[in-house]
């Protein structure tokens, strides 16, 4: 699973042939011992949690990136290397 971006403590990562369990495009947040799965097109969590406060945070993070997002979203499900995204700054 490619860490794709990591900022404030947070990892953002998206895993290859992620497109089964949750179906719509996400990526997957870790921070300390939490760690969500939040959709690309709105930020919904689709499972897990975070601090509020670093969730907003992620969420910032999704509104800016979400098409580079997508676009990593696409080379992901089909087993294809991602590229880093710029952190939140």
């Known amino acids: 699973m490619p860490t794709i971006s ?20 996400h990526i997957h947040a870790e921070y300390g011992d939490e760690s969500a799965a939040i959709a ?4 919904a969590v689709l499972a897990g949690l975070l ?8 969420q910032a993070w999704i509104e800016i990136h ?9 080379l992901a499900v089909a087993g294809e290397s991602v590229f880093k995204i710029d952190p939140l700054r």
Request: proline share 7%; no cysteine.
């Open 6 to 25: 990591m900022f404030y403590g947070i990892l953002i990562m998206m895993y290859f042939y992620d497109d089964k369990r949750h179906s719509r495009p």
């Open 51 to 58: 601090p509020p406060a670093k969730m907003k945070l992620v």
């Open 66 to 74: 979400r098409d580079e997002l997508m676009a990593d979203w696409k």
């Open 40 to 43: 690309i097109e709105d930020g």
